[in-house]
């Protein structure tokens, strides 16, 4: 159906990276929509909280081992606070988790052309490293907040966001190169 839409706007050489990018756009266009859900309806608001501190302290329990290997010093965590002894308090919030990196990571394997069988596995196996890319960042931050606390919003908005999207990126293309049928067929 969307092919037959598309094809009154754009030529056959395009449809294929019109359907991707029409595809991609309604799912981000979800997610938008599924976020304003979970954070003005009660019960998605409920569940949503949920799977968040779920995800938060997965990421708070390796990030901590992280940081007691470079930090000769107590650290204790209270919800989702990491506390350096006699020093600073590191707060992960929502936003710091990597959902909506998992979220688009899934998004994308989903609405490419693929062999399901292949999506099962990569899929979870993408999320697991971005949660793990991330809770590598969790610890860096709170040394970087610590002993460098002039680079600790750099770190924070910048290099993980090239990190953890240059990861998804190549994880993509890994995934592609031996499970997309196009470039399987080239071969």
Same mark, same amino acid.
């Given at each position: 159906?969307?092919?037959?839409?598309?094809?009154?706007? &754009?030529?056959?050489?395009?449809? =294929?990276?019109?359907?991707? /990018?029409?595809?991609?756009?309604?799912?981000?266009?979800?997610?938008?929509?599924?976020?304003?859900? /979970?954070?003005? $309806?009660?019960?998605?608001?409920?569940?949503?909280?949920?799977?968040?501190?779920?995800?938060?302290?997965?990421? *708070?329990?390796?990030?901590?081992? =992280?940081?007691?290997?470079? =930090?000769?010093?107590?650290?204790?965590?209270?919800?989702?606070?990491?506390?350096?002894?006699?020093?600073?308090?590191?707060? &992960?919030?929502?936003?710091?988790?990597?959902?909506?990196?998992?979220? $688009?990571?899934? /998004?994308?394997?989903?609405?490419?052309?693929?062999?399901?069988?292949?999506? $099962? %596995?990569? *899929?979870?196996?993408? $999320?697991?490293?971005?949660?793990?890319?991330?809770?590598?960042?969790?610890?860096?931050?709170?040394?970087?907040?610590?002993?460098?606390?002039?680079?600790?919003?750099?770190?924070?908005?910048?290099?993980?966001?090239?990190?953890?999207?240059?990861?998804?990126?190549?994880?993509?293309?890994? %995934?592609?190169?031996?499970?997309?049928?196009?470039?399987?067929?080239?071969?």
């Amino acid at each position: 159906m969307l092919k037959k839409i598309l094809s009154k706007f &754009v030529g056959k050489e395009q449809q =294929l990276p019109a359907i991707f /990018a029409t595809k991609m756009l309604l799912v981000y266009i979800g997610w938008k929509l599924f976020r304003y859900g /979970a954070d003005n $309806i009660t019960v998605l608001n409920f569940y949503w909280r949920k799977l968040s501190d779920i995800v938060a302290q997965w990421e *708070i329990n390796i990030a901590v081992p =992280l940081l007691r290997i470079f =930090l000769n010093e107590k650290i204790t965590v209270y919800s989702r606070n990491i506390l350096l002894e006699k020093s600073v308090a590191v707060y &992960v919030a929502d936003h710091c988790l990597g959902l909506s990196a998992m979220f $688009i990571f899934t /998004a994308f394997v989903l609405v490419i052309e693929g062999n399901v069988k292949h999506k $099962i %596995w990569f *899929i979870p196996l993408g $999320i697991f490293l971005i949660a793990f890319i991330n809770a590598i960042r969790v610890a860096a931050l709170c040394y970087i907040f610590k002993y460098a606390p002039e680079w600790f919003d750099f770190n924070h908005s910048y290099v993980y966001v090239a990190l953890t999207y240059g990861a998804i990126f190549l994880m993509l293309m890994w %995934w592609m190169e031996r499970f997309y049928p196009a470039s399987r067929s080239a071969h």
